[in-house]
């Protein structure tokens, strides 16, 4: 099946949305022609397919908790086969963190769903805005609801006076490189702006010194450099589609920083103070299978108990109260959902 074949379904859904949203504005006196009504339409197009994604962006947060809380058993697993490169040691390794995700209910690849859902419509959108002028001109057929007038009105559209199907490659105008330049550097800010609050706010300082930290701060800086040499091949309505999706990432994050942020973190501690200054009770996200001594900072144990214990809440009282006891190896955690902060 030809790479053609498997993304033509995701532009005639990309299709069906633009034309949707375009509908609403025209009927509400926009004009259909004019550049407001379609990059109107794009926007609205992000905030179908990321209002979509919630609940797997729910999983992708509680797939980054768990991967943070479980970096200190990660680090002894890495630290007993260090050196060893043999095929036994290498298999004996790999099974060990196998067998700690599955005790976990940890599963790594939960935190990349979001965007490689995202990835197919992101090239259904491009090759809907590429195909424009050959659909307007009868050269391709419609997409979906996209017929060759709508193609001419989208076609003729414009940001800032810059047609949206235009490229900073082989551009004509200098105002269509102008918008695509301040494009590249709004959506270049936004990303560094997201990932920065995400290091700095909600991640532990025991976090911060292993493998996924190393690799979140090299694309920090290796992410604008992407969107500099990536973006000038992108018409101007796919980096407009891309710089609403970052907004959107930006305040989704930092409205999830503050109201449910990582166990351990700055944000954690901020919210903690915030409920405590409240009267409110504190309750923590903790995960099964990891002993006291498997967690990272701000993770509290549960107590022992000689069978395994049902879901629970851990709730930090203010004053008085017995302290518990030690917990025994192999006692279970419970997990708990953090409260939001109201």
Known sequence: MSFNSLIYPFEWIVSWILWGWHSVFTAIGIPGASGAAWVLS????VVVMRAAMIPLFVKQIHASRRMQLIQPEMQKIQAKYKGKTDPDSRQAMTQETMDLYKRTGTN??????????????????????????????GENPQI????????????QS?????????KFIGADTLTTKIVTIVLIVLMSASTFT?????????????????????????????????????????????????LTTNVWSMCQQ????RRMPAP??????????????????????????????????????????????????????KSGGAKPRAATPGAAATETTSKTDN
């Open 254 to 257: 930092f409205y999830v920083i």
């Open 264 to 317: 351990g973190s700055p944000a954690e501690k901020a919210m903690q103070a915030r409920r405590a200054k409240r009267g409110k009770p504190v309750e923590e996200f903790t995960v099964k299978g990891l002993d006291k001594s498997d967690k990272s900072d701000g993770a509290e144990a549960p107590k022992p108990s000689g069978q395994r214990q049902q879901p629970s809440r851990n709730k930090k009282k």
């Open 194 to 242: 997201t990932q920065r609050q995400l290091m700095m706010k909600n991640m532990p300082a025991s976090a911060l010194d292993n493998p996924f930290a190393k690799q979140q701060k090299m694309l920090l800086y290796l992410m604008p450099l992407f969107f500099a040499i990536s973006g000038v091949n992108f018409p101007i309505g796919v980096l407009l589609y891309w």
């Open 108 to 137: 790594p690849f939960s935190s990349c769903l979001p965007i490689l859902l995202q990835s197919p419509f992101f090239f259904g959108l491009f090759r809907v805005l590429n195909g424009l002028q050959k659909i307007a001109s």
């Open 42 to 45: 794009i926007i609205g197009l």
């Open 144 to 155: 979906g609801p996209i017929t060759r007038t709508l193609a001419g009105q989208a076609e």
């Open 158 to 166: 414009t940001l800032f006076g810059a047609q949206l199907s235009d």
